[in-house]
């Protein structure tokens, strides 16, 4: 069983900055691509960010690129979203998730993929 923490969300205001950082068990994250979701109130969960097993292939959805980096360290077992620039459409609550993989450069770029997620931490961006 994999099991995902996220930590370092809160309240900021338009143009600040936030890095987000999910925990995974000891060991998690071998073999597991992993991805940021977000999800606002009353809409669909959607993906902001994903990154292969090896961390050298990445995705962003289209409000996030040039804003945020993804990364992780396969040694911590830890996932990182650095998120600068931000904007009151940011708000939201934010999920990590694991997807098993076969492949080091697989990216999984829908939540159907994802086997395990995060309880969520919430951003707040105020205009």
């Known amino acids: 069983q994999v099991q995902l923490v996220e930590s370092g969300g809160g309240s900021v205001q338009a143009g600040g900055s936030l890095r987000l950082s999910c925990a995974g068990s000891v060991g998690t994250f071998d073999t597991y691509a992993l991805a940021w979701f977000r999800q606002a109130p009353g809409k669909e969960r959607e993906i902001v960010a994903a990154i292969s097993w090896h961390g050298r292939n990445t995705h962003y959805s289209d409000s996030a690129k040039g804003r945020f980096i993804i990364s992780r360290d396969n040694a911590k077992s830890t996932l990182d979203l650095q998120m600068d620039s931000l904007e009151p459409t940011d708000t939201a609550a934010y999920y990590c998730?694991?997807?098993?993989?076969?492949?080091?450069?697989?990216?999984?770029?829908?939540?159907?993929?994802?086997?395990?997620w995060g309880q969520g931490t919430q951003v707040t961006v105020s205009s």
């Open positions: 998730a694991a997807a098993p993989v076969l492949k080091g450069d697989t990216i999984v770029g829908s939540a159907a993929g994802y086997r395990y």
